[in-house]
T-cell receptor
């Protein structure tokens, strides 16, 4: 059974650019959630996808968008990057709804200069 | 929305010591999970415990849903226990993480 994987591991972008982060969910899981974790804080929920449909969204602007593919892998896209977008981006998969046990990937550390 | 607070914010232990971490939440919840984030950022699920008590090796957790708190016990701590411990509860359509407890275990 493969765990949750994310790519890339690290990324450096400049303000105003766009970025795409990728996540492969654990085998058999159909739900993927994305979180942003700023330095020294707990993860903040961005959104969740269940069977390719967005199924909940946190307090993030529309320039944060996502996709889930038929194989349940997912992408997080961020447009018009701002300095405050610098953070660790975590993806978690679960067997069903977010009420189920969440399994996290290793994260992508994004730095915006 | 639901507020989740953890205490203490920081904890320093010598190897072999025991510790108790606390998670308080401001409203009733259907779901509570404990996570350990290692120094490299990886979040590992420790317990899914909306109520009752569970044990896994040196770790155990108790949630008293009616009193809106959960406790994580670490016995005979090891240096590999170092990191940040988060509790997370189910809010409206999302998982809400607490403020975290940073644990450092020294040999």
């Amino acid at each position: 059974e493969t765990g949750v994987t994310q790519s890339p591991t690290h990324l450096i972008k400049t303000r105003g650019q766009q970025v795409t982060l990728r996540c492969s969910s654990q085998s058999g899981h159909n739900t993927v959630s994305w979180y942003q974790q700023a330095l020294g804080q707990g993860p903040q929920f961005i959104f969740q996808y269940y069977r390719e449909e967005e199924n909940g969204r946190g307090n993030f602007p529309p320039r944060f968008s996502g996709l889930q593919f038929p194989n349940y892998s997912s992408e997080l896209n961020v447009n018009a990057l701002e300095l405050d977008d610098s953070a660790l981006y975590l993806c978690a998969s679960s067997l069903g709804y977010w009420t189920d046990t969440q399994y996290f990937g290793p994260g992508t550390r994004l730095t915006v200069l | 929305g639901i507020q989740v607070e953890q205490s203490p914010p920081d904890l320093i232990l010598q190897e072999g010591a025991n510790s108790t971490l606390r998670c308080n939440f401001s409203d009733s919840v259907n779901n509570l999970q404990w996570f350990h984030q290692n120094p490299w950022g990886q979040l590992i699920n420790l317990f899914y415990i909306p109520s009752g008590t569970k044990q896994n090796g040196r770790l155990s957790a108790t949630t008293v849903a009616t009193e809106r708190y959960s406790l994580l016990y670490i016995s005979s701590s090891q240096t590999t226990d170092s990191g940040v411990y988060f509790c997370a509860v189910e809010g409206t359509d999302k998982l809400i993480f607490g403020t975290g407890t940073r644990l450092q275990v020294f040999p």
